[in-house]
């Protein structure tokens, strides 16, 4: 079995964006939730969200649509927030100066046994902790 592929928040944004200068990175976004082996956190699901449900977004989701979709990636392997993830995360900060919630990532990652997270929001290429960095919209 290969290591899956975590998937950052960004991803699941732009698989729902209806913004015209968003198309590609939403199809992009389409293929890699419907193919592979992929991963996430509880936090990238609290993020998304939050984020497709804000008010102040053009496209705003409702409530049961965006319940809906989290549900739906259920389907993928989730990393609970543990004591260890989060202790793993305060030290990932540290070491690689990262902020708390992209250390976070980082080790919920490395805890399920990783090789890559698929983000935009961190350098595409950098390692850390044995997980590296891709940016799937280069």
């Given amino acids: 079995m290969s290591a899956p592929r975590f998937l950052d928040t960004n991803l699941l944004l732009y698989s729902i964006s209806r913004a015209r200068e968003e198309i590609e990175k939403r199809v992009?976004?389409?293929?890699?939730?419907?193919?592979?082996?992929?991963?996430l956190s509880v936090?990238?699901?609290?993020?998304?969200?939050?984020?497709?449900?804000?008010?102040?977004?053009?496209?705003?989701?409702?409530?049961?649509?965006?319940?809906?979709?989290?549900?739906?990636?259920?389907?993928?392997?989730?990393?609970?927030i543990t004591l260890p993830v989060m202790l793993g995360a305060l030290e990932i900060k540290t070491?690689?100066?990262?902020?708390?919630?992209?250390?976070?990532?980082?080790?919920?990652?490395?805890?399920?046994g990783c090789r890559e997270i698929l983000s935009e929001d961190m350098a595409h290429g950098r390692e850390?902790?044995?997980v590296v960095v891709v940016n799937p919209f280069r």
């Fill in 43 to 80: 936090q990238v699901l609290q993020e998304f969200y939050v984020r497709a449900t804000r008010p102040t977004r053009v496209d705003a989701l409702p409530h049961d649509i965006a319940a809906g979709l989290v549900r739906t990636w259920l389907r993928f392997r989730v990393q609970e």
């Fill in 95 to 112: 070491v690689h100066r990262l902020s708390y919630w992209d250390a976070a990532i980082v080790a919920a990652a490395r805890a399920l």
């Fill in 28 to 39: 992009i976004a389409e293929v890699l939730l419907d193919s592979g082996d992929n991963a």
């Fill in 128 to 130: 850390m902790e044995g």
